[in-house]
């Protein structure tokens, strides 16, 4: 979705969807996905991201240009109830073409998209796939409080109960938002927090100007993982996994109207453990510790916006930027980005080959739209 950034800006939720994002998926093709693939692992990997969570159509291109860039990546082809079965179909043999690149770098989960554009019946049998294969689901859930009452009048339940009656949480799910989630929903969540949790992301809920916005601290008080998201960049903007850190430490502390809701030491582990735990690989990433996955990103501290450094984490999480202070990144051992310099591909032909499908992406005079929003 770098491919649509800042291309639906200043509208409602409901635009975002109806009238931009989902009009303009309209002109998705394989190719056109691998390209934007491309540029944003490009942009992770220069802003120290090693590893990344993604629900996308078009996912096997993903996986290839992850595969291309030396990035880790956790993919789950995305599909709607209004492609009728086989749109699942494609989406679960999507998720074999993943695995077929037998890449240790590159996993694969299931990915229907919401509990609202996916029926109940999918659900359930997406939660008896990813048990049966033991695979994790991502799923988007209570992405908004408008979300959960229209959920709660049109079936007298929440999103969250959704994802519970199908099994949805019990295969073990990625929750994306989750800014609905009510405090009952927190006491449902605890019964599936050793492979359920939330990724937050909330500078796209800033923008949208959503009230509640996840809450990170009811979810990490009850011990569930919550992990750093950017989001697509059509929301987002940026997939800058430190500024994703001083969002939700900065909205946690606003929230709570309490500067000690979420301290610096929170919001790190948020964007490192809470992420690696998230994807389900906690106990092989996430921390510079003996026995883990070599995924170390090197920052530099000497520019004029971070000195003095009283406390390096207070500068990581309140000063970097990431796109000029991130200096050196290896995923797995390997170095991929070097002098802040990206190794693995040109990245002049990454962008060159962005720009110049950008404007046909963008084109809104082709009709129809992929999905419609109506939660």
């Keep these: 979705m770098v491919m649509f950034r800042g291309a639906a800006e200043d509208v409602s939720v409901e635009d975002w969807f109806n009238v931009k994002i989902w009009p303009m998926e309209v002109n998705l093709t394989p190719e056109r996905v691998r390209v934007g693939a491309r540029l944003a692992c490009a942009e992770m990997l220069l802003s120290g991201v090693t590893g ?16 291309e860039l030396g990035i880790r990546a956790d993919i789950a082809p995305t599909y709607f109830s209004s492609s009728g079965p086989e749109g699942r179909t ?7 073409q993943i695995l077929a690149l037998d890449d240790p770098r590159i996993r694969a989960s299931l990915g229907p998209h919401s509990t609202y554009t996916v029926s109940e019946e999918d659900l359930v049998l997406t939660a008896d796939h990813a048990r049966a294969r033991g695979l994790k689901v991502h799923l988007h859930v209570a992405e908004n409080m408008d979300q959960t009452r229209s959920s709660l009048e049109r079936l007298g ?10 099994g949805i949480l019990d295969a073990g799910t990625v929750i994306a938002h989750g800014c609905g989630i009510t405090p009952e929903d927190i006491e449902i969540l605890v019964r599936y927090a050793d492979r359920t949790g939330v990724s937050s992301g909330p500078k796209g809920y800033l923008k949208h100007a959503l009230d509640p916005i996840t809450p990170i601290r009811g979810l990490l008080d009850a011990g569930i993982t919550v992990g750093a998201g950017t989001d697509g960049a059509a929301s987002n903007n ?44 906690g106990s092989s990433l996430g921390a510079l ?18 000195r003095p450094v ?8 309140y000063s970097v930027r990431s796109t000029s202070d991130v200096h ?3 995923v797995d051992g ?15 032909q990454i962008l060159s080959d962005a720009d110049a499908i950008a404007a046909e992406l963008v084109d809104l005079s082709r009709g129809g739209a992929i999905q419609h929003y109506a939660p």
């Design 52 to 67: 990344f969570v993604d629900h996308y159509f078009h996912a096997d291109q993903i996986a290839l240009a992850a595969q």
């Design 90 to 96: 494609a989406a679960f043999d999507a998720v074999d």
């Design 157 to 166: 339940v929440t999103p969250i109960q959704v994802a519970e009656r199908t």
């Design 238 to 281: 940026t997939l800058d996994v430190l500024e994703a850190m001083q969002y939700i430490a900065l909205v946690t502390k606003q929230q709570e109207h309490d500067v000690m809701a979420l301290t610096i030491s929170d919001a790190l582990r948020i964007g490192t453990r809470g992420g690696a735990t998230l994807s389900g690989m």
């Design 289 to 306: 510790e003996v026995g883990r996955r070599a995924d170390i990103v090197l920052v530099d501290l000497s520019g004029v916006h971070c």
């Design 310 to 317: 009283h406390d390096p984490r207070a500068a990581l999480l």
């Design 328 to 330: 050196s990144v290896l």
């Design 334 to 348: 390997d170095l991929v980005v070097a002098d802040r310099k990206l190794l693995t591909y040109d990245l002049a």
